[in-house]
């Protein structure tokens, strides 16, 4: 029973940075072109906490008068599905995979 807990406290507290990393690299491949310093899409930079749709981008009227804050749990319901959860959005990508976008928000909230 002992060496179960510890085993599952290893693996719990390896799980955090690695999820971050494979997220960096998600984040390099699929998300960097339009959040990486382009005019194409708002830097994501410190936004984890912030109010949703503010910032110097011209964010379309869907996330302005979203309300509310990103918390983790609205960074995972925008990313599996931006129309969704902010119909009219102009972010067109989605992250279907529970995986994948669970490492993209570990990530995005090392952006400081
Ligand atoms: C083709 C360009 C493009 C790509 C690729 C893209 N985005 Fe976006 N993203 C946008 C645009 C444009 C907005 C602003 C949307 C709006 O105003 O409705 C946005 C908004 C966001 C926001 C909200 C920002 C805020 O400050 O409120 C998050 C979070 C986000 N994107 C994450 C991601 C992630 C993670 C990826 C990669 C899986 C990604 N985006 C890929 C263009 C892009």
Known sequence: ?????????????????????????????????????????????GIAGTKIGEGTFAFSPALKNKGGTWTDANLDAFLKSPSTFAPGTKMMISVPNDENRAALVSYIKTLK
């Open 1 to 45: 029973m002992l060496r179960v807990a510890a085993a599952a406290a290893v693996l719990a507290f390896a799980a955090a940075p690695a999820l971050a990393a494979d997220g960096a690299q998600l984040f390099n491949m699929q998300c960097k072109m339009c959040h990486g310093g382009s005019p194409m899409g708002p830097s994501l930079v």
